[in-house]
């Protein structure tokens, strides 16, 4: 009666085993939330990478602007220094030969010429034209106007794009003079406001530069001996699109701008053909404000398709998807099990009333099959319990996300994945271990020659870690079945070499003949084996040592002992806990 209830209460267990409980779902809920805060937080931390990824190149390209017109600036005031060098009145033939030195279109991308512009007043202007007409007899002043002073352009190179400019007087148009005279009375370096450049096919947006130099080479410092002692200025005509041209490497660029002096529009990436493809609707963008020679110009900068397509949030999706496979592997793995467990009962049920239906004569099959269906209901209880915690680590860790979060996992995070991955080689190792063990084909096997040294070697080289352990056996022949005494003599050796505590060691195998038996023995020189956990240690799942330590399923003695068992032989340990083991298997000489 006691038996029976017994076996009830096990049947009970094992039909429970086979559902799916709230603890299941739960474990499921929380693997989903993780996955999405996992996604959220790595969207959350890339999408603030992309925006500090962003004002860099947004302050990039301002930046170069800057540095570009500081270059320039250098070569006006070294056009300056040029003509302060010369002790007369420079000539056309002097600029050209200095201007082509500078080799301007190679070394200074993006500027449209290089000049000299004269401060005339009235009575001064027939002999300036007089000087000219010697130099160059088709020069004119133009166009007229009613200012009081005239600021012809004297020279300018390249001639050749820049002819339409020659003599063209800077006093006629209010932009280009307002702003010289502001240049006359700081003495620095000045840009105009926009103007349409007259060497300019495309009528687009320009400006000039200009920096002042004065008689003698001196350096006024007050605002009347300024104007006083002004001869002229060194300027560059810069075309906006060309000087954009010159500056940025466009094909490089994750950005795109418009740039405005006021309210007057400069430049455009949207109306200027070049290889920028500009992002209708950018992931950032801001707004910069600059001062630059006089002039504020405003900077409306905006990530472009490049930096979309290079930058993409891809990363958390991965993380989103991959920890979703996970979930869904989860509940798979889970639904599997608890179908496992109610097909392993039903099959159980089935066999148990075909076996109470077989005669006395089938009696030995029935305690044979009995013990099969014993040994497939302890699998399933395994399966549905002890292989639950390694799983339920696989589920709140995800190895996947070590991948796609590597840089942006704390420490932390980090050491929990380490653990994972121990974790899940163990449970791994288990499985294998378990299946090992319910697979053994333990129909009995004929006796084969076996010499056991060759075997021994056989098995050394065969196993991991095991450069610096020896293994020394007797060069005898023996009867004994090849297959089933070969797993036990690889189980006892690899044993020896798993669990010994140093980095070297000596395995010795012993062999006699006792009473019909065969008696191997193995003995090492590892950590020893307390009396009291001999029995204990033959047993399923059992390792005397922290599993974290030793990288074990613990299925290692109970398999032996199956198997010597099941050949009507014995197994025993022999050691005194301290130092050093001896494994003693007694096998029948005729199987």
Not at 326 to 335: G, S, T, Y
Request: charged share 25%.
């Amino acid at each position: 009666m006691d038996d029976g209830l017994q076996n009830n209460e096990k049947r009970e267990k094992l039909v429970r085993a086979g559902k799916m409980h709230s603890i299941h779902w739960l474990i499921v809920l929380l693997s989903v939330v993780l996955t999405f805060s996992a996604w959220y937080y790595s969207q959350f931390q890339q999408s603030q990478k992309l925006e500090i990824q962003f004002e860099r190149e947004a302050e990039k390209v301002v930046n170069l602007i800057k540095q570009r017109m500081t270059l320039y600036e250098n070569i006006l005031w070294g056009g300056v220094a040029y003509i302060d060098a010369v002790d007369s009145d420079i000539t056309s033939q002097q600029w050209s030969t200095y201007s082509k030195s500078l080799q301007i279109d190679i070394n200074y991308p993006g500027i449209n010429g290089f000049g000299v512009i004269h401060n005339v007043q009235p009575d001064e202007f027939d002999n300036y034209l007089q000087k000219q007409y010697q130099q160059r007899p088709d020069y004119k002043v133009h166009p007229t106007h009613t200012n009081p002073e005239y600021w012809p352009i004297t020279f300018v190179e390249p001639l050749a794009s820049n002819k339409q400019a020659i003599g063209l007087d800077i006093a006629f148009e209010s932009n280009r003079y307002s702003s010289i005279k502001k240049a006359r009375d700081s003495g620095k370096a000045l840009l105009t406001a926009p103007i349409i450049l007259v060497q300019d096919n495309k009528q687009t947006p320009g400006f000039l530069f200009y920096t002042p130099f004065y008689k003698d080479g001196l350096k006024p410092d007050n605002i009347a001996e300024r104007r006083r002692l002004i001869k002229g200025v060194t300027y560059a005509p810069f075309i906006m699109e060309k000087l954009m041209k010159g500056t940025q490497a466009e094909t490089n660029r994750y950005v795109s701008i418009k740039i405005w002096d006021g309210a007057d529009l400069l430049f455009d990436d949207h109306l200027n053909d070049n290889a920028i493809e500009v992002d209708e609707s950018p992931l950032f963008s801001k707004k910069m404000e600059t001062v630059l020679y006089g002039r504020t110009w405003t900077f409306s900068i905006q990530s472009n398709i490049s930096f979309r397509e290079d930058t993409t949030l891809n990363q958390s999706s991965i993380i989103l998807i991959g920890g979703l496979i996970i979930d869904a592997f989860l509940l798979v793995l889970f639904l599997f099990l608890s179908k496992a467990n109610r097909q392993a009962l039903k099959y159980a049920d089935q066999m148990t009333i075909e076996l109470k239906n077989k005669t006395k004569h089938l009696e030995k099959s029935n305690i044979d099959l009995e013990k099969s269906n014993n040994d497939l209901e302890q699998f399933s209880y395994v399966a549905s319990h002890d292989l639950k915690s390694p799983l339920n680590a696989i589920e709140q860790l995800g190895s996947w996300i070590e991948e796609d979060c590597e840089d942006i996992l704390p420490e932390e995070s980090k050491e929990h994945l380490a653990l994972l991955r121990q974790r899940s080689k163990r449970m791994l190792k288990l499985l294998d271990d378990l299946l090992d063990y319910s697979r053994l084909n333990l129909t009995t096997v004929a006796n084969d020659k076996v010499n056991l040294e060759e075997k021994a070697k056989d098995i050394l080289s065969l196993l991991e870690s095991n450069d610096n352990f020896s293994c020394t056996a007797p060069n005898i022949d023996i009867n004994i079945p090849q297959l089933p005494f070969e797993i036990v003599l690889r189980n006892l050796i690899s044993n020896s070499i798993k669990h010994h505590d140093k980095p070297t060691g000596q395995i010795t195998i012993h062999y006699a003949i006792k009473n019909n038996f065969h008696e191997v023995s193995l003995e090492d020189d590892g950590p020893g084996i307390p009396e009291a956990f001999h029995d204990k240690a033959m047993e399923m799942f059992q390792t005397l040592q922290s599993r974290d330590k030793v990288e074990g399923s613990g299925m290692g003695l109970a398999m032996i002992k199956r198997i010597v068992v099941h050949y009507h032989g014995s197994v025993n340990i022999i050691s005194d806990g301290k130092r050093g083991t001896k494994i003693n298997i007694l096998w029948p000489l005729n199987p």
